[in-house]
């Protein structure tokens, strides 16, 4: 609860509050929490935040990219100008390392929650159109029924072949399934799911996923078919028995392992090693192994490209957040549309094509604050009407 003794502030007062300070920087649910109940009791301190929103954003956050060196220097003048003592700005050198270290909005792409957007005027010069898509039930197909779900699912399949399905907001659920059949979970644009496969791997799916598993593996092998889409998977260990993953282009085999495969259509096919080896293979070629934090993309001759990478970036969104490096903003916001179900079109945004984003973007249930740090990221504002997101440039 906030203190009913709380002091409304001037913009330039917040500017030199820790607090506040910290909260745009790094802003924490609960830090976000107790700045909205603030300005529900305090009406006036929205146009103060603005203010000191559109100061900070003015005065020290560009479009273009930092170096490390222009990133002190950025440091250094935003300490000199706010007049912090030698001891608030070696607690705001800490804000940043470790901002920079947890890779959560950093200070080349802005504040991370911009709470406080006038109603911009929508001009068709300048419009780029997003459209939510309609959402669609999640369907296990199993026996050739269907059974579909509004929510979230996270289902475990059982030794004896029974598919234990669990939501947040009903009641479990138990299907039998057929141990000779092969089974197919979709889960469409803006849905996410779990699957425990009756060896104990686990497996994370992501909008748009299509996996086809059977209920019961064989004595020989363990398979499962990736159809579209992404996930994250934990094996289980087995010596007796080797775990494959096939996709349209390739086939993975697994050593004992954790790893990510994107199958997406119309997007780069793709596997990050986590953990353990796998090795990857497509049509009448050798097979290219791969070790921990490495990145593999499919070409169209069927081999692979490797290199090494900060595994983060590529199995975040199964903890429920979205993290790059120097990634194009348009790559940005395809992967935010496949989360939340959105589709953009900003084909005529020259400025939004060359942006790049280093930072952390959550994946909270509120889109609108989702769509507020994209705002920032783009310099952009929207207004959402129904089914629309209408994003237009943002002049200041």
């Not at 903890?319 to 939340?340: A, C, D, H, S, W």
Request: aromatic fraction near 10%.
């Amino acid at each position: 609860m906030v203190s009913k003794r709380f002091r409304h502030k001037t913009y330039k007062q917040l500017l030199k509050d820790n607090a506040f300070l910290q909260w745009r920087f790094s802003p924490t649910p609960e830090t976000d929490k107790y700045w909205e109940e603030l300005q529900i009791t305090h009406p006036g301190l929205v146009i103060e935040i603005d203010k000191a929103d559109r100061y900070l954003k003015k005065r020290y956050f560009n479009a273009l990219p930092l170096s490390s060196e222009d990133e002190h220097l950025l440091l250094e003048r935003i300490v000199a100008t706010l007049q912090i003592s030698t001891q608030k700005k070696h607690i705001l050198h800490s804000w940043i390392k470790y901002v920079a270290a947890s890779v959560a909005l950093v200070l080349t792409i802005g504040l991370a929650y911009y709470l406080v957007f006038p109603q911009p005027e929508i001009s068709q010069e300048n419009i780029i159109i997003g459209k939510e898509l309609n959402s669609l039930d999640i369907q296990l197909i199993a026996n050739n029924q269907t059974t579909s779900f509004q929510e979230n699912i996270a289902i475990e399949i059982d030794a004896d072949g029974t598919a234990q399905v669990k939501t947040d907001d009903s009641a479990d659920e138990k299907i039998v399934v057929n141990v000779e059949a092969i089974n197919t979970l979709i889960v469409p644009y803006g849905k996410r799911s779990t699957l425990t496969l009756s060896d104990g791997s686990k497996v994370w799916l992501n909008s748009g996923s299509v996996l086809e598993f059977p209920a019961q593996f064989t004595d020989k092998n363990r398979e499962i078919r990736l159809a579209s889409g992404e996930m994250y998977i934990e094996v289980a260990p087995d010596k007796r028995r080797s775990f494959y993953v096939h996709t349209s282009n390739f086939n993975v085999k697994v050593y004992g392992t954790k790893f990510n495969i994107s199958n997406y259509s119309g997007a780069s096919k793709s596997v990050v090693l986590v953990e353990g080896r796998i090795s990857l293979q497509s049509l009448n070629k050798q097979e290219t192994f791969l070790s921990p934090n490495e990145y593999a993309v499919y070409s169209d001759n069927g081999t692979f490209n490797t290199k090494k990478v900060d595994v983060n970036q590529f199995i975040s969104w199964k903890n429920g957040y979205l993290e790059f490096n120097k990634t194009p903003m348009t790559e940005v916001l395809k992967q935010i549309g496949r989360y939340y179900n959105l589709s953009f079109n900003f084909n005529n945004d020259v400025n939004l094509q060359k942006r790049n984003c280093t930072g952390k973007i959550y994946l909270s249930e509120n889109l609108d604050n989702v769509m507020t740090t994209v705002g920032l990221l783009s310099s952009t504002k929207y207004i959402k009407e129904n089914n629309q997101i209408f994003i237009t440039n943002d002049p200041n």
